[in-house]
């Protein structure tokens, strides 16, 4: 087995190809990644072969795990790629995970102005499952103080009304919106060293929603670690790969810095 770039009590953070490391690996519970999709960002020159880490992810997660896939598409000749749906399909219609849900990630930011279309302002977050999810602790928030008077369609076509009492504590919506930028993707000056910085929040909520404490989190492109990060912070036992070992360095410093904080509440 490879060495560790760097580790702690929790988790491990190795340096290399994730095609040549997750082979060695033991079973994980939970993924969740952003690869480096239709070239929007340089990586060090280095591309990544979706088909061949999906498969490899497919085998590497438990059964009832969850794979979090968080992609978008470059505009190309006047056209949206449409690589995150060809991804999507290719996980589901050959890889054999299910899309158990597909959440949109709405950020306030406006990398690439266009000039005869909308601002684009999200990325899909594809929740491919292995069999039906084991963990799943949905977040919830407060639905608002007014009361709102809904219809909801039957199949048949009849028609039903339901009254929200206002203020309710309800499951979130799969839209979720994150405040990025920088010192507001995260706190940690050095992070923005890498070119796309994974938020902390949205990391956060994933890992909340779909695994317990001391369950095993793998991201296999990690670039500045924030899932090894959030992981750490949460009790979850964690592994990260990083090709880029430029990046490696910054990932384990953020991951010691909040290592070292843990410690002092402990």
Same mark, same amino acid.
């Given at each position: 087995?490879?060495?560790?770039?760097?580790? *702690?009590?929790?988790?491990? =953070?190795?340096?290399? %190809?994730? =095609?040549?490391?997750m082979p060695q690996l033991p079973l994980v519970d939970m993924v969740i990644t952003s690869p480096p999709y239709d070239d929007l960002r340089d990586y060090g020159g280095y591309v990544f072969d979706y088909k061949r880490i999906a498969f490899e992810l497919f085998?590497?997660?438990?059964?009832?795990? /969850?794979?979090? !896939?968080?992609?978008?598409?470059?505009?190309?000749?006047?056209?949206?790629?449409? #690589?995150?749906?060809?991804?999507?399909?290719?996980?589901? %219609?050959?890889?054999?995970?299910?899309?158990?849900? *597909?959440?949109?990630?709405?950020?306030?930011c406006y990398p690439f102005p266009p000039t005869n279309r909308y601002y684009q302002q999200f990325e899909y977050m594809f929740v491919?499952? $292995?069999?039906?999810? #084991?963990?799943?602790? =949905?977040?919830?928030?407060? #639905?608002?103080n007014k009361k709102r008077t809904s219809t909801h369609r039957n199949k048949n076509g009849t028609t039903e009304k339901f009254t929200s009492s206002g203020n309710e504590n309800r499951i979130m919506d799969n839209v979720w919106f994150e405040d990025v930028?920088?010192?507001?993707? *995260?706190?940690?000056?050095?992070?923005?060293?890498?070119?796309?910085?994974?938020p902390e929040s949205l990391c956060f909520k994933h890992v909340m929603t779909w695994s317990n404490e001391n369950? /095993?989190?793998?991201?296999?492109?990690?670039?500045?670690? *924030? /899932?090894? $990060?959030?992981?750490?912070?949460?009790?979850?036992? !964690?592994?990260?790969?990083?090709i880029e070992e430029k990046y490696c360095e910054?990932?384990?410093?953020?991951?010691?810095?909040?290592?070292?904080? =843990?410690k002092l509440f402990t």
């Open positions: 087995m490879i060495k560790p770039y760097y580790e *702690t009590e929790l988790g491990k =953070l190795y340096h290399g %190809d994730c =095609l040549e490391i085998g590497l997660i438990r059964i009832g795990g /969850v794979t979090v !896939w968080v992609v978008g598409d470059q505009v190309k000749n006047g056209s949206e790629t449409g #690589s995150s749906f060809r991804q999507a399909l290719y996980f589901k %219609d050959v890889v054999g995970f299910n899309i158990h849900d *597909t959440m949109i990630y709405q950020k306030n491919f499952s $292995k069999g039906t999810p #084991s963990v799943v602790n =949905l977040l919830r928030c407060k #639905s608002g930028g920088y010192m507001r993707t *995260t706190k940690d000056k050095i992070a923005f060293k890498h070119p796309a910085i994974f369950d /095993v989190v793998l991201d296999p492109m990690c670039g500045s670690g *924030t /899932v090894c $990060k959030m992981s750490q912070k949460l009790n979850r036992r !964690w592994i990260g790969i990083e910054i990932a384990a410093k953020r991951i010691e810095k909040e290592n070292q904080q =843990l």
